[in-house]
T-cell receptor
């Protein structure tokens, strides 16, 4: 069965620090990869997505992610975080094996950024 | 920007009661989904719906659950006889299409509390 692993459950950073959140998935076929963010009290919002092409994907608010097929990874990065990046971050995948119908989510990483 | 909306934001019910959670997907979207997140756990896929039929459902989506598109704008999730373990945040999502290049857009969620 497909699964998504996010290595860090809680991350605490100071403003201006660099961020990297790990995500690995367990499906060898063609996949779509997503990062969603949930700010406190708000709904899941799409940060960025990878379908095909350039494995380095740029999203909103200065986030980017790199798809490394050989490592089954899709890590999220930001060079300099802000207090407003405090949120929970979810990696998700869907695939042709599931008819692209369902997203499989990781457990989420709760990021706290201190001023 | 068009958004998925959900009502109510919070529903409290007694065990054994029926609840209906409502969603208004983005207006030109054709594919609809329900997910749930039990407190402290992953976001889990429940069901996908297209052309007035269920496309796929998870093992969680048993006979106690049903979905319906009663009119051109609403998409509902009914839980026939709620159990304590149904307490969770329920997210509706929609996408314009499915397949290789779809993106699911999520609503703000309904927090269901079963007492």
């Amino acid at each position: 069965a497909q699964s998504v692993s996010q290595h860090n459950h809680h991350v605490i950073l100071s403003e201006a620090a660099s961020l990297e959140l790990g995500c690995n998935y367990s499906y060898g076929g063609t996949v779509n990869l997503f990062w969603y963010v949930q700010y406190p009290g708000q709904h899941l919002q799409l940060l960025l997505k990878y379908f095909s092409g350039d494995p380095l994907v740029k999203g909103i608010k200065g986030f980017e992610a790199e798809f490394i097929k050989s490592k089954f990874s899709f890590n999220l990065r930001k060079p300099s975080v802000q207090w407003s990046d405090t949120a929970e971050y979810f990696c998700a995948v869907n695939s042709g094996a599931g008819g692209y119908n369902k997203l499989i989510f990781g457990a989420g990483t709760r990021l706290a950024v201190h001023p | 920007e068009p958004e998925v909306t959900q009502t109510p934001s919070h529903q409290v019910t007694q065990m054994g009661q029926e609840v209906i959670l409502r969603c208004v997907p983005i207006s030109n979207h054709l594919y609809f989904y329900w997910y749930r997140q039990i407190l402290g756990q992953k976001v889990e896929f429940l069901v996908s719906f297209y052309n007035n039929e269920i496309s796929e459902k998870s093992e969680i989506f048993d006979d106690q659950f049903s979905v319906e598109r009663p009119d051109g704008s609403n998409f509902t999730l009914k839980i026939r006889s709620t159990k304590l373990e149904d307490s969770a945040m329920y997210f509706c999502a929609s996408s314009a299409r499915t397949g290789r290049a779809d993106t699911q857009y999520f609503g703000p969620g309904t927090r269901l509390t079963v007492l």
